[in-house]
């Protein structure tokens, strides 16, 4: 781990004891302050000098092409250091008999600052009125690539940021050579499934926080008072006080849902009352980077009751061993299909209904990132992402479900939601999972 990234990693070590402080005695925090200088710059050459190589040798391609530009730009620009694109610029990463290479074909007034932030190898500097995408087209036939990736995609919108007049121009201009484009999608898909060892630790504070969060919220509820929406409107104030941003789109962070099945939706003025099943699906972004996406769940006590009733409980317990079926069955070498079908079997077995969510997904850049869609063994034809195999360093959001009709005829999920890291001999929470059901009295 490299040295710029130790007081980042010190400081997450003192900010577990801020995780429960209360709205009423907390004031508005300053981001630059209490998290420290953003990571992301270090992180992002280690990622493009450690995994980009293994990722196009996995994908075999020998160059990869992103063309940048302003106001419309690729969605890989800021993996690549082509965030601040003006005028178009053409960077390239390429595998030779040397090695790794990066060289970047950039407007001359934007060279110099692009070259100062010490991430690739070599910046060139067009000058007025010439072509970047020309430039790089000459390298490449000088080179004689055999596979060049280019960021278009059916498949992936990560990968598919190259525009369709931009795709056109580089062909022509390849002329024969056009032949040897190849979709991204591989490359990208692997380089951008792993997390780099520091990734992993800020997923952590955030999951971290995001848990610790939720338990403070079911705190706040007054049966018969309370709201799914002022609860949600408690988690907005702390996303605002920990100067963090939403893990997906704002309206529907946080989903919190004390009726019947939603989906992904907003946060209604529901009341909350004694008998409710209650679910938070919460999510916050680090550093603007780095995402996280847990669920906790509660049971609001009827007049009478100190615990759930056996049916409740039984429900929770079912969720909570297919969570822990998934979690045993994510290991390197398994596919995301054989993860799914390990909490399905448990599902079928506790007679739930069906439920259509996957069991899992990636997470990381954002809520849904790329890599192995934990779904699929309910289907005859699973998506190919479900056949990926998971791999050391990949990180997952995933459930344990249990479905249930209500008497009023609706149905209800709970869906025990937690966050893990596959390692090399299997796959750890990245906090403690949830254990019991949270009571409301």
Same mark, same amino acid.
Request: proline residues 5%; charged residues 25%.
């Given at each position: 781990?490299? #040295?710029?990234?130790?007081?980042?990693?010190?400081?997450?070590?003192?900010?577990?004891?801020?995780?429960?402080?209360?709205?009423?005695?907390?004031?508005?925090?300053?981001?630059?302050?209490? =998290?420290?200088?953003?990571?992301?710059?270090?992180?992002?050459? !280690?990622?493009?000098?450690?995994?980009?190589?293994?990722?196009?040798?996995? *994908?075999?391609?020998?160059?990869?092409?992103?063309?940048?530009?302003?106001?419309?730009?690729?969605?890989?620009?800021?993996?690549?250091?082509?965030?601040?694109?003006?005028?178009?610029?053409?960077?390239?990463?390429?595998?030779?008999?040397?090695?790794?290479?990066?060289?970047?074909?950039?407007?001359?007034?934007?060279?110099?600052?692009?070259?100062?932030?010490?991430?690739?190898?070599?910046?060139?500097?067009?000058?007025?009125?010439?072509?970047?995408? !020309?430039?790089?087209?000459?390298?490449?036939?000088?080179? /004689?690539?055999?596979?060049?990736?280019?960021?278009?995609?059916?498949?992936?919108?990560?990968?598919?940021?190259?525009?369709?007049? !931009?795709?056109? /121009?580089?062909?022509?201009?390849?002329?024969?050579?056009?032949?040897?484009?190849?979709?991204?999608?591989?490359?990208? $898909?692997?380089?951008?499934?792993?997390?780099?060892?520091?990734?992993?630790?800020?997923?952590? #504070?955030?999951?971290?926080?995001?848990?610790? =969060?939720?338990?403070?919220?079911?705190?706040?509820?007054?049966?018969?008072?309370?709201?799914?929406?002022?609860?949600? #409107?408690?988690?907005?104030?702390?996303?605002?006080?920990?100067?963090?941003?939403?893990?997906? *789109?704002?309206? !529907?962070?946080?989903?919190?849902?004390?009726?019947?099945?939603?989906?992904?939706?907003?946060?209604?003025?529901?009341?909350?009352?004694?008998?409710?099943?209650?679910?938070?699906?919460?999510?916050? #972004?680090?550093?603007?980077?780095?995402?996280?996406?847990?669920?906790?769940? *509660?049971?609001?006590?009827?007049? /009478?009751?100190?615990?759930?009733?056996?049916?409740?409980?039984?429900?929770?317990?079912?969720?909570?061993?297919?969570?822990?079926?998934?979690?045993?069955?994510?290991?390197?070498?398994?596919?995301?299909?054989?993860?799914?079908?390990?909490?399905?079997?448990?599902?079928?077995?506790?007679?739930?209904? $069906?439920?259509?969510?996957?069991?899992?997904?990636?997470?990381? $850049?954002?809520?849904?990132?790329?890599?192995?869609?934990?779904?699929?063994?309910?289907?005859?034809?699973?998506?190919?992402?479900?056949?990926?195999?998971?791999?050391?360093?990949?990180?997952?959001?995933?459930?344990?479900?249990?479905? =249930?009709?209500?008497?009023?005829?609706?149905?209800?999920?709970?869906?025990?939601?937690?966050?893990?890291?596959?390692?090399?001999?299997? *796959?750890?929470?990245?906090?403690?999972?949830?254990?019991?059901?949270?009571?409301?009295?």
């Amino acid at each position: 781990m490299t #040295k710029n990234l130790l007081p980042f990693l010190t400081l997450i070590a003192l900010l577990g004891a801020c995780q429960t402080t209360s709205v009423e005695n907390e004031s508005a925090i300053n981001p630059e302050t209490y =998290w420290g200088e953003n990571p992301w710059p270090e992180i992002r050459k !280690q990622r493009i000098n450690e995994l980009l190589p293994q990722a196009m040798m996995a *994908a075999k391609v020998d160059c990869w092409i992103v063309i940048c530009r302003e106001n419309n730009n690729d969605p890989m620009a800021d993996h690549v250091g082509g965030e601040n694109a003006g005028g178009t610029a053409a960077f390239m990463f390429y595998l030779d008999e040397q090695g790794f290479h990066s060289k970047v074909y950039s407007p001359s007034g934007e060279a110099t600052a692009l070259d100062e932030l010490d991430i690739h190898d070599e910046v060139v500097p067009v000058s007025r009125g010439s072509s970047a995408v !020309q430039d790089a087209v000459n390298f490449i036939k000088e080179k /004689g690539f055999n596979a060049i990736a280019i960021n278009s995609s059916t498949s992936n919108s990560t990968a598919d940021g190259l525009s369709y007049t !931009q795709r056109m /121009g580089l062909e022509e201009k390849l002329g024969r050579d056009a032949r040897k484009l190849v979709s991204s999608t591989e490359l990208i $898909y692997e380089w951008l499934s792993i997390k780099l060892p520091a990734e992993v630790e800020i997923l952590t #504070k955030a999951a971290e926080l995001t848990a610790a =969060w939720q338990v403070e919220a079911y705190k706040q509820i007054v049966p018969g008072v309370s709201t799914d929406k002022d609860i949600a #409107k408690y988690l907005k104030q702390k996303i605002a006080e920990y100067g963090v941003t939403d893990g997906w *789109a704002p309206d !529907q962070n946080p989903n919190v849902n004390s009726g019947p099945d939603r989906g992904h939706s907003h946060a209604t003025d529901k009341v909350i009352m004694p008998g409710d099943v209650i679910q938070i699906d919460f999510g916050i #972004k680090l550093y603007d980077r780095w995402v996280s996406d847990i669920q906790r769940f *509660a049971y609001v006590l009827k007049e /009478g009751e100190d615990k759930a009733p056996e049916d409740i409980q039984f429900y929770w317990d079912s969720g909570k061993a297919g969570n822990r079926a998934a979690l045993a069955a994510m290991k390197p070498g398994a596919k995301g299909v054989d993860v799914d079908k390990a909490q399905r079997d448990l599902m079928e077995k506790a007679g739930s209904i $069906y439920v259509p969510w996957s069991t899992g997904h990636p997470v990381g $850049y954002v809520a849904h990132d790329v890599g192995p869609n934990l779904g699929g063994s309910q289907s005859k034809t699973p998506r190919a992402s479900a056949q990926k195999l998971l791999k050391e360093g990949m990180t997952f959001a995933f459930d344990g479900f249990h479905g =249930w009709k209500r008497e009023d005829g609706t149905e209800k999920t709970i869906s025990v939601e937690e966050m893990a890291v596959v390692t090399a001999n299997g *796959a750890r929470y990245l906090v403690a999972p949830q254990e019991e059901l949270i009571l409301i009295k």
